[in-house]
């Protein structure tokens, strides 16, 4: 068995919809980047590419791959398991938490964790916390993602 971690951190973008965690937040400012801004799927990403020795997000889909412009959460999440899978390396299961004061996850918490579980054909547990105030999370400027994810030689 393997652990691998992962992080992302995307600022607001009120011109984008918000995309986090797989699902679509009405009333909540989108979150900018080159895919879709999505900090929970990509911070799963990170944590399944680093686990399986496959590097990390940019490396995979990042700026200098202009096919991945303006992906979606779901469509990275995938292409990711297809390529830990294809390594020899199943998923045993991600814990992601998302660090900011909006959109309030609690009440989607289920919805989030199964869309995020789908994606990538294994259990996904999700969490969410604030920062009390302190630093561009707690300014309300973005939103933070940490995620761990366990994978086992098949």
């Given at each position: 068995?393997?652990?691998?971690?992962?992080?992302?951190?995307?600022?607001?973008?009120?011109?984008?919809?918000?995309?986090?965690?797989?699902?679509?937040?009405?009333?909540?400012?989108?979150?900018?980047?080159?895919?879709?801004?999505?900090?929970?799927?990509?911070?799963?990403?990170?944590?399944?590419?680093?686990?399986?020795?496959?590097?990390?997000?940019?490396?995979?889909?990042?700026?200098?791959?202009?096919?991945?412009?303006?992906?979606?959460?779901v469509a990275l999440l995938a292409e990711t398991a297809r390529r830990v899978r294809a390594t020899g390396w199943s998923v045993g299961n991600?814990?992601?938490?998302?660090?900011?004061?909006?959109?309030?996850?609690?009440?989607?918490?289920?919805?989030?964790?199964?869309?995020?579980?789908?994606?990538?054909?294994?259990?996904?547990?999700?969490?969410?916390?604030?920062?009390?105030?302190?630093?561009?999370?707690?300014?309300?400027?973005?939103?933070?993602?940490?995620?761990?994810?366990?994978?086992?030689?098949?």
């Amino acid at each position: 068995m393997v652990v691998g971690h992962g992080s992302d951190v995307h600022r607001f973008d009120p011109d984008q919809p918000c995309r986090l965690a797989c699902l679509e937040w009405p009333g909540s400012p989108g979150l900018a980047g080159h895919s879709d801004g999505d900090a929970a799927a990509h911070a799963v990403c990170d944590a399944l590419l680093s686990a399986a020795g496959l590097g990390d997000l940019g490396g995979n889909f990042g700026t200098s791959r202009p096919e991945w412009a303006g992906a979606s959460g779901v469509a990275l999440l995938a292409e990711t398991a297809r390529r830990v899978r294809a390594t020899g390396w199943s998923v045993g299961n991600v814990s992601v938490q998302i660090i900011g004061s909006r959109p309030k996850i609690a009440p989607r918490r289920a919805e989030a964790e199964a869309a995020l579980s789908n994606a990538i054909d294994a259990p996904v547990r999700l969490s969410a916390t604030t920062t009390d105030g302190l630093g561009f999370t707690g300014r309300g400027e973005g939103l933070a993602a940490t995620a761990v994810a366990l994978l086992y030689k098949r």
